[in-house]
């Protein structure tokens, strides 16, 4: 039998009520277990507040004010009361809820002309849903909010509850890919510990919808033979940190490869034949807003079907000179591509390979990877080779370092290059290091840290948020902790536009959040800003890292932290700093 929408809500409204991982793993198998091969895909994707998966670029997020005109339509209000209890209750899904729990079931009938609720099962929501998000060109605003609104006067309170929020982007189960990944591993295998197979997979392709269906129709034998495909991206291998050469030299055994670490876009080039695309590191395809680096791989290439890394800088070519990062961030945008592309031109250095001639390199070492770029590609003055040397010294890795500085470059990556240097899709691992100007004589550099909370300004700040609580990302436990609070560096334009950006964020407090200071109010753990500060010291006011510390109420909070000024658009939260790391700083700061 085919799984009943309403039954999926009930699961989703139980997993709500916990905040236990376990639990929540355990009431997701439940019932995923009963759902069919040709359906899980969609399920999946639902659960974690997506109808397609992000690289496709095709997204629902209606804007919160189409919602409430939606409800208003469905159920006769106006939509300021609508508006007033959203106020009042702090959440669309549970606005919606209430709306239609306490609306007189003749009102609902008189506008539906229905004799009584439709009974939806998963595939013809997930439908329903695409074809909103298919919705585009003029008037399409208006379809969107007459199709939601039909929809929602024909479900449950219940449903209404999730469809909302699944519209508008605000699903917030606390479900993240790796939960529902162990959730289906239990459902389908009977053990959480086939969870590591999914995650291989899903690194793979980045499309966990994709590997549940190849779950549920084939097995682990059909997930095990999930291979890299070109135009599905890789999610991205990450780089740990270290504080000096001597560290690198101890981390790699005496010996590794350096290159320089350019400060600029990371890019996942995929191509076969003409046909290029272009991958972000969230991985979002960002192949319209590089018109110029699709021809620059075109005339580089010697192969016809590749898929290389490497990272995109502004280039200033009459002054041979890699410009700013602040630069290239402008060519993100998806307006005045044309205008933008010439105003800031740029060069792209290619650092790995990761499938050709036929096959994935991603189980190949380093050293290979690196080599088979001048197999398949010509360097010329738009598509370099990243720079690079083998080090066996602490003086060569300064040497090193300080010519990358000189090349403005933001200091030197080192990779391993030992037997099993694979490329670790989706890992922070220990292949590769970073070692950043920022590292050097700073007890501490700058973290990309998520906005979990803030409070109301005072005086010239009255009535905007004033000082930021900021957490790390802890990913065996699936948890934002909370590691300072910011208030200085901001500008009153920073300011203006974080009030703007986290307004529509603001909720309960999320259970994915892990704090033991109030705050004003909660967000969605959405928003990732760089921080910078002197010093990172043990406290029993923040989270991070509690567990690992010597008592149990100990955490790490960083002193005297500074917004840098910088928005860290390109990463999702999960790609913060992670706790670890920020331990890794701790334990060298405290060693030195
Ligand atoms: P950061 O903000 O320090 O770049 P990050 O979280 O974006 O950190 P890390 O994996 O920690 O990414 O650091 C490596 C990043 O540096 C890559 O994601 C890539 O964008 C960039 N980079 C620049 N040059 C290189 C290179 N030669 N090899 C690998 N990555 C490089």
Known sequence: MILRFKILCECYFQIEKTQKKLEMVDILADTLINAKADEIGKISLLTIGKIYPDFLGIELMLAEKMAIRALALATGMSDKSVTKMLEELGDLGKTAHNLLENKPQSTLLAFTNQKEETEYDVLEIWTKLDSIAQMTGEGS???????LSGLISKISPLEARYIIRIVCGQLRLGVASQLLLEALSKAKT?????????????????????????????????????????????????????????????????????????????????????????????????????????????????????????????????????????LVAQRKRKHDIEQKTSEIPVRVYLFDTLFCFDESKLDMDYLERRKLLDEIIRKTDNIQFS????????????????????ESCEGIMGKSVSEGSKYQAGARGWNWVKYKADYVDKLSDAFDLVILGADYGKGKRAGKFGSFLLGCYNPDENLFQTFTWVATGFSDENLDELHRDLKPLIRDKPKEVHSVVESNVWFDPKVVIEVSGAEITVSQMHTCSRGFLEKETDGLALRFPRFTGKFVSDRPPEQATSSEEIRTIYLNQRNK
């Not at 991205?236 to 270290?242: D, G, I, P, S, T």
């Not at 720079?387 to 000189?406: G, K, N, P």
């Open 387 to 406: 720079h690079q040397t083998i080090a066996s010294t602490a003086d060569e890795i300064e040497s090193f370092f300080h010519q990358a500085l000189e």
């Open 141 to 147: 605003s208006d379809k969107k909010i007459r199709t």
């Open 190 to 326: 009977g053990s959480r510990e086939n969870k590591n197979l999914l995650e291989r997979a899903n690194n793979r392709c980045a499309d966990i919808g994709f590997v549940a269906e190849t779950l549920y129709s084939g097995g682990l034998e059909e997930v095990r033979k999930i291979e890299v495909k070109l135009f599905s991206p890789i999610r991205v291998m990450l780089a740990q940190r270290v504080s000096s050469s001597n560290e690198m030299l101890e981390r790699f055994n005496g010996r590794c490869s350096l290159e320089y670490k350019y400060d600029g876009l990371r890019v996942q080039i995929h191509k076969k034949g003409t046909n290029v695309k272009l991958f972000s590191r969230r991985p979002e395809n960002v192949t319209n807003q590089f018109p110029d680096v699709i021809k620059f791989i075109n005339e580089a290439a010697i192969e016809d079907e590749f898929i290389v890394e490497g990272e995109i800088v502004a280039f200033d070519r009459i002054r041979n000179k890699i410009l700013s990062f602040q």
